[in-house]
């Protein structure tokens, strides 16, 4: 007993040093159910739109992004919770609850998607082009309350394409189809999950809005949209609606042949409805950061006449916290961005 007790006593230190050095591999590794937001980036526009319109841009339009961690060590919290340009906030809340992470990054990539297209059809509106929309499917967006589809299998981010293997490619397809059914009724959902086919089995419920067989969730319109145009867009590596509004300046601008940026730095965000309306976004403090880290002179930030500020008074109050640069400016649509735009004196 005597021999442990003064092994241990040489070998203390020793001890305490293992015990410490495998706590902090366990906590590099051991990842948590959170997601840490801080600012991303603010990147010209121009490299990632192709028109087949050469363009050369004194300036340039940036469009600003969200850094954002998922499921971090306890490391990486501990800087978070020391920064004050970073949030911590649960997977569940950064997600909108969708069902996992991988489901949210496929409805990511549809927003994505969904806001090129919104691009493209407020720029050639704008101009006055006609320009080709296709229904392609239906997507989930969320659940309604009482759905049975989740636990059957279906995600948000899955786009929809067949109904018992009718084809269900426009609202009014899938619409039609279901009106065929009642609740109770078990219908075959046929799709796409990240690119990949996929197929379900859904019991039906009553919706309490119609009173009608539903399946239980909030759905938009996959469009594919052909322009005139080469367009060719390079945002694979984002995620998201934000950039629509900057998207569409570009396309303007290359379009007419239009240097709309007056030789500013000039960053934005918002998302492009197909009529120029521009709509609200989340983490907008973080791209105001990134903005001023990228010396942007003017920010566009969208605004809502009917009451709805969130995103000024947000973009105001992070400015006048941290002492930001860039000048903001308000945007309701398309057509204020390009009023302002145009009314610019060209910077010396």
Partial sequence: M???RHWLRRNWTAIVGAVIAVLIVVAYYWSWPYVISGPGSAEPVHPRVETGHKLEEKGAFLFTTVSTRSRPNVFDLLYARLNPRMDISTQEKATGGTVNLGAYRNL????RDSSEAGALMAAYGALNREIKVEEQGVIVRAFSEGTKAREHGLQEGDIITSIDGKSALKAEEFAAILAEKKPGDVVKLGGTRGGKPFEVSVPLIKMESTGKAGVGFYRDAVLKVTAPDPVKFDFNDTGGPSAGLMMTLEIVAQLTGEDLTRGYRIAGTGTIAADG??????????KLMAADREKADYFLV???KSGNYSNWNDAQATVNRLKLKPKLVKVSSLQDALDFLRELEPKK
């Avoid at 990511?108 to 927003?111: A, I, K, N, P, R």
């Avoid at 309306?277 to 973080?286: A, C, K, L, R």
């Fill in 302 to 304: 969208p605004y809502v």
């Fill in 277 to 286: 309306s521009v709509g609200q976004i989340g983490g907008i403090q973080y």
């Fill in 2 to 4: 005597a021999a442990r």
């Fill in 108 to 111: 990511l990539s549809w927003m």
